[in-house]
């Protein structure tokens, strides 16, 4: 959460089910973050090739076309040194392996809310 009255930190949630895309927007607004969803990791691919800047991005692992993974690797070319913090329902011990945060779903919001505010400080 911010800690004065500058901006608020912008998140990008990148998810294809339209529940999990509304219920984060909610709950990182009441946290008072700014918040882009989309559906596809294409559009989030979009939105950083136009020069969109995000604190940190939440990126759901599986969804069609791209998917997560190959989102991820996007990401890493278009936004370096942006925080992305992969949210499955499946377990990925290869992602923590590789250094990356990840968020199990279904997760608890303390547990969100936690890690998007280190993120975002980073």
Same mark, same amino acid.
């Given at each position: 959460?911010?800690?004065?009255?500058?901006?608020?930190?912008?998140?990008?949630?990148?998810?294809?089910?339209?529940?999990?895309?509304?219920m984060?927007?909610?709950?990182?607004?009441?946290?008072?973050?700014?918040? %882009? #969803?989309?559906? =596809? &990791?294409?559009?989030?691919?979009?939105?950083?090739?136009? +020069?969109?800047? /995000?604190?940190?991005?939440?990126?759901?692992?599986?969804?069609?076309?791209?998917?997560?993974?190959?989102?991820?690797?996007?990401?890493?070319?278009?936004?370096?040194?942006?925080? %992305? #913090?992969?949210? =499955? &329902?499946?377990?990925?011990?290869?992602l923590?392996?590789e +250094?990356?945060? /990840?968020?199990?779903?279904?997760?608890?919001?303390?547990?969100?809310?936690?890690?998007?505010?280190?993120?975002?400080?980073?």
């Amino acid at each position: 959460m911010p800690a004065d009255d500058t901006a608020a930190p912008r998140i990008l949630v990148v998810d294809d089910e339209d529940a999990v895309r509304s219920m984060l927007t909610r709950a990182l607004a009441l946290w008072k973050y700014e918040t %882009v #969803a989309v559906p =596809s &990791g294409e559009e989030a691919i979009r939105l950083l090739e136009a +020069g969109e800047q /995000f604190a940190c991005i939440l990126l759901d692992l599986t969804m069609p076309g791209i998917g997560g993974e190959g989102t991820l690797r996007e990401l890493d070319r278009v936004a370096p040194g942006t925080p %992305v #913090a992969i949210m =499955s &329902g499946y377990p990925r011990d290869d992602l923590a392996r590789e +250094g990356r945060r /990840f968020l199990a779903k279904p997760f608890d919001l303390q547990a969100l809310r936690d890690l998007v505010a280190e993120l975002a400080a980073t």
